[in-house]
């Protein structure tokens, strides 16, 4: 085998000023039924936002596609018309092994994002009960806002990624195993550049947990979402 498979957003606030009148059963009532209330408009946000770097990572796949096009046909013919019915045979088999590794690695890399768009979306809700509390989250909410353009920004490229065709460039029959290795080398770079992204922005995920645990320990909040940090 050639390769191996290996691997801010504005938050509606409750904030009850010292000046306030109500009563402590009455903050408490309605920061009972805000809470919930915000956990709805958070979960629409983050549907919303899912949806819009999906429709970011089509656009990219759709032109670069289109782009490769041309280097794509030109592919496909040279491969058809080898006389050497072996080479032929392992150049087609290559290609689909190579269009197979990227798409494995590619799922890897997205279940990794899936879980920590997980921990993000529980540090929000957390942070959410922290300023209930009475906590100041501004910082907290900061690195949130830097933390989840990051991840959104590493999870278009792996979508965009995962529908990347590879071409290889075949000159004559002869180069045809090195065109390969070059093109495998391609595969590995682009994955290696990948999982460095992705390890940036779970030291990201780790750093905005930190801020919110400083804040949210000493009101008793639990800052708990830490499995897989």
Same mark, same amino acid.
């Given at each position: 085998?050639?390769?191996?498979?290996?691997?801010?957003?504005? @938050?509606? %606030?409750?904030?009850?000023?010292?000046?306030?009148?109500?009563?402590?059963?009455? !903050? $408490?009532?309605?920061?009972?039924?805000? #809470?919930?209330? /915000?956990? +709805?408009?958070?979960?629409?946000?983050?549907?919303?936002?899912?949806?819009? &770097?999906? !429709?970011?990572?089509?656009?990219? &796949?759709? +032109?670069?596609?289109?782009?490769?096009?041309? *280097?794509?046909?030109?592919?496909?013919? *040279?491969? @058809?018309? /080898?006389?050497? #019915?072996?080479?032929?045979?392992?150049?087609?088999?290559?290609? %689909?092994? $190579?269009?197979?590794?990227?798409?494995?690695?590619? *799922?890897?890399?997205?279940?990794? $994002? @899936? @879980? /920590? +768009?997980? $921990? /993000?979306?529980?540090?929000?809700?957390?942070?959410?009960?922290?300023?209930?509390?009475?906590?100041?989250?501004?910082?907290?909410?900061?690195?949130?806002?830097?933390?989840?353009?990051?991840? !959104?920004?590493?999870?278009?490229? &792996?979508? #965009?990624?995962?529908?990347?065709?590879?071409?290889?460039?075949? %000159?004559? !029959?002869?180069?045809?195993?090195?065109?390969?290795?070059?093109?495998?080398?391609?595969?590995?770079?682009?994955?290696?550049?990948?999982?460095?992204?992705?390890?940036?922005?779970?030291?990201?995920?780790?750093?905005?947990?930190?801020?919110?645990?400083? &804040?949210?320990?000493?009101?008793?909040?639990?800052?708990?979402?830490?499995?897989?940090?």
């Amino acid at each position: 085998n050639f390769v191996s498979a290996q691997e801010s957003s504005s @938050s509606p %606030t409750a904030t009850v000023t010292a000046q306030s009148t109500a009563s402590p059963e009455t !903050e $408490i009532m309605t920061t009972a039924v805000q #809470t919930p209330i /915000l956990s +709805e408009q958070r979960k629409v946000e983050r549907v919303k936002r899912a949806n819009e &770097v999906k !429709e970011r990572a089509k656009a990219m &796949v759709t +032109e670069l596609k289109e782009a490769q096009k041309t *280097k794509r046909l030109d592919m496909q013919e *040279k491969i @058809s018309a /080898l006389k050497d #019915t072996r080479k032929k045979t392992q150049a087609q088999k290559l290609t %689909t092994q $190579i269009a197979h590794v990227n798409d494995v690695l590619s *799922k890897r890399q997205l279940t990794f $994002i @899936s @879980s /920590l +768009e997980n $921990i /993000l979306d529980s540090i929000e809700d957390r942070t959410d009960k922290t300023e209930y509390a009475g906590g100041n989250v501004s910082t907290v909410r900061a690195q949130l806002v830097v933390t989840r353009a990051a991840l !959104e920004a590493v999870k278009e490229k &792996v979508l #965009t990624q995962q529908e990347k065709e590879y071409v290889v460039d075949i %000159t004559t !029959e002869d180069a045809l195993g090195q065109a390969y290795r070059v093109t495998v080398h391609q595969l590995r770079d682009d994955h290696r550049a990948l999982r460095t992204e992705l390890k940036s922005v779970a030291q990201k995920v780790r750093a905005t947990y930190t801020l919110l645990k400083e &804040v949210s320990q000493p009101l008793g909040v639990s800052a708990s979402p830490s499995a897989g940090l």
